[in-house]
């Protein structure tokens, strides 16, 4: 994935060196559970850029359908995913010249995203272009499925989301309309998907933090992570 003028992927995780320095939290965990509201709020509270990898795997889908490609064709998706041109801006999405933003979110990107998710191949290009958007941009708030597991071991803090399948459902419904019974149901089969396949699926790290947003307010887990990343930090500089 050309992203920006970037391109110098770092294929392996950064290690210690390099997460030691920069300000990395990495936000997990599954559809619905306030991960992107609670990233980018978190992201203005410590002052640093945030990262919606989910964009990204919604961005090679949309292009891979765009020309036409057989979805599990893993080498042709994956060409699709290293040579498409992406600009990212913390609400804006842009490939090959096209503002993706509203599409990427529509039922077809939707449907089909967890199988492109899937192919090794294209998580292994996605996993590079996330690892040299951070070092580039000097740390991030970075939201996904395996960012603290795979993408991000050493990250600052890592933060594992969830909530019941019910309030995610109803929340999606919130925000973007639908039947909640048939959204629901759409979210346990994404979240069976993403947790059942072979390369990278969702699950907690043991190392992290898990919060239950279930009853919780956005408000409320913003403070709780600003305040757990900043004693992490005070610890480390001691
Ligand atoms: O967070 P989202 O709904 O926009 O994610 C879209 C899909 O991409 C979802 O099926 C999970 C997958 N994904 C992933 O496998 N790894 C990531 N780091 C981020 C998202």
Redesign the pocket.
Known sequence: MLLGTTKDALKEPPGKEMTKRLRIVAIDGP?GAG?STIAKALAVSLNIPYL????M??MVTYAALRDGIDLNNESVVADVAKSMNVVMSSDRFIVDDVDVTDIIRGPQVTEA??TV?ALSAVRSELRASQRSWVENAGGGVVE????GTV?FPDATLKVFLTASPAVRAQRRVAQSGGDVVVIEEQIRQ?DH??STRADSPLRESNDSLFIDTTELSIDAVVKQITSSVESIESNNNE
């Open positions: 559809a991960k919606d990898t989910g964009a795997y919604r995203v967890s998710a996904g499925r395996d960012i993408v994404r998907l993403d």
